[in-house]
C-alpha cells in the first residue's frame, strides 16, 4: 500500500492547544493538544516520540469527534498504526490528540514526526470559536476510563477525550486550548503546595516540562471564551489547615483567584471567563464566588462570571473522579453558558 508522508505543520492541518511555532518538530505539550485534519483513507499512521520513562503517554483518535481509538507510547520514536480498514471513499474529520497530561518524568512534549495515511489530505475546516480550559485532574479527564474499583494514578485510568473540554469543544465546533494538571490549585494543590497552582505557570508554554519554561505567545489567536475549573484541591488543602489560619488562608485564595483572573484578562482581553465549580464537590463554592465578585467589582470586568456545576453526587470511575456521565452533564452546563454568551454579543 502506498503511503503519503506529511509534516504535521503542512497548512492543510488545524494544529490544537499550545505549541512553540519556533520548534522543528510540532510538539504536544498539554492534555488535547494534536491535530485536526480531513481525510478519507483505509490506513492512517503517525510518526510520534515520547521520553516519558514511568507514566506512560497515550494519544487518542476521534472520528468526526467521536473516540474510536486510544494507544500508549513507547520510549522513543516509532511509528504507530491508528485507523486501519476504514473505507477510504468516505472523507471524516479525524483528530489525533495527547490523550493523557503532561507528567514529571519527561524530558520534552510528545514529538509527532509525520503522518502517513494512503489517502490525500484535503483543508481541515477553521472552527470559528476559540476556549481556552484551565484546570486540575477533572479538566485533563482522570478516572474518565477504568474500573471503579482502580484507585492507582496511572495514565491508562487519565483520558481527555470523554473529559467535558472535549465534549463542550466538540459540541460547539469550538477549537480548544488545554492548561491544566492533576492536584493543582488556584491557590494549593490538594497536598497543601502553594506552587502548585496553575497561575504560577500560565503564562508559560509549559513550565512543568523541560523546554516548556519559556513564554507562550497569546497573540496569534485570543480566546473567545475561558473556562477556569479550579478550586477541588484547593478544598482539600482547606481540610488540612489549621482552623485558627482559615481566614488567613481564605483571603490569600481570594487573592490568588484575583491574580489569575487578571492574568487571563491580560492576554485574552475580549474573552467571557467562567469560573466554573461544582464537578466534584461544592465545599469551595462560597469562598470562590467571593472571590469572583470581589473582582469584578475591583475592576469592573463583568465579563466574568461563576457558573456552578452540577456535581457528580457519586457517579464517579476510577480514581474516585466524576465519570463521564458526569462530565457530559458539566458539558451541558458549560456548553449552554458559551452559547449564552455568544447569543448576547
Known sequence: MEMNRYSPFDTRFLRVGRYNKQADVYGLWWSGSGLVMKLGCAQLEVEAESTARDHTSWLGVLLDGAPVARLPLRKGRHRYMLL???DETVTH??????????????DGPVLLHAVYTDGVLEAAENRPLMIEFLGDSLTVGEGTLGPVSAQEWRMPLISHMPAFPTLVSEKLHAEKRVIALGGWGVYKSWDCNHDSRIGRIYEELCGITPGGDGPYDFQERPADAVVINLGTNDGSAFSKADPAEM???????I????ILLAMVRKHQKKAHIFWAYGLCG???TDVLQKAVQAYREETDDQNVSFLPL?????DVGSRSHPSRAAHEKAAAVIVNAIRGMMDEE
Do not use: F, H, W
Request: overall charge negative; cysteine-free.
Open 255 to 258: 487573592q490568588d483567584v484575583k
Open 247 to 253: 481566614k488567613t488562608e481564605e483571603a490569600n485564595l
Open 282 to 284: 461544592v465545599q469551595m
Open 93 to 106: 474529520e479525524i483528530t489525533v490528540l495527547r490523550d493523557t497530561q503532561p507528567s514529571y518524568d519527561e
Open 310 to 314: 452540577p456535581d457528580a453526587n457519586g
Open 84 to 86: 486501519s480498514g476504514m
